[in-house]
């Protein structure tokens, strides 16, 4: 019985040390750590043309500017938003479709750039606009009425573009 015992303890020990070296040294891996590794993810979505966006000057009745639109509509996309994105490529936007006009509030958890988030009810009228909202942040940040609509474009967006409350949008599908 204690010859059985042994090869037992040999074949684990032997299949233990094979686990070992697989899980530093993987199968095809052409080089060797040089020590611990952390784990790092380097996954960024990316932007989406869903349909464009177009800003309206209340005032003079006018086209302001012209943007990209990535749609979030179900309950997983309106939730992760544009979280782990470390850039908004020049005129986009990304285009919450909630499910009600009620008083809406975001924040800016995991997400790594400064976004501009533009409140819109459902007569296509900007309601309010949180500028410059600090990333990695928290901090609701609500709307000043209700809101059917919610666009994210990159922080400074409006004020370069003298986008304000009271002007209109109108959007459309590709």
Request: charged share 20%.
């Amino acid at each position: 019985m204690k010859n059985k015992n042994t090869y037992i303890a040999i074949a684990l020990l032997a299949a233990f040390v094979l686990w070992i070296g697989f899980t530093i040294f993987p199968i095809g891996s052409d080089t060797k750590p040089s020590g611990p590794t952390k784990t790092k993810s380097t996954y960024e979505p990316q932007f989406k043309e869903e349909g464009s966006l177009v800003f309206i000057d209340q005032e003079k009745n006018d086209t302001i500017q012209t943007i990209a639109i990535e749609l979030a509509e179900t309950p997983q996309e309106i939730q992760y938003g544009m979280m782990y994105r470390k850039h908004v490529p020049e005129n986009t936007g990304m285009l919450f479709l909630m499910d009600t006009e009620r008083p809406q509030s975001f924040w800016m958890r995991n997400t790594y750039v400064s976004l501009d988030i533009i409140y819109i009810n459902s007569k296509m009228e900007i309601v309010s606009i949180q500028k410059n909202a600090q990333p990695l942040n928290d901090k609701s940040l609500p709307s000043t009425g209700p809101a059917s609509l919610v666009l994210e474009v990159a922080g400074g967006y409006c004020d370069a573009k003298g986008i304000k409350a009271g002007d209109k949008i109108a959007y459309s599908r590709n």
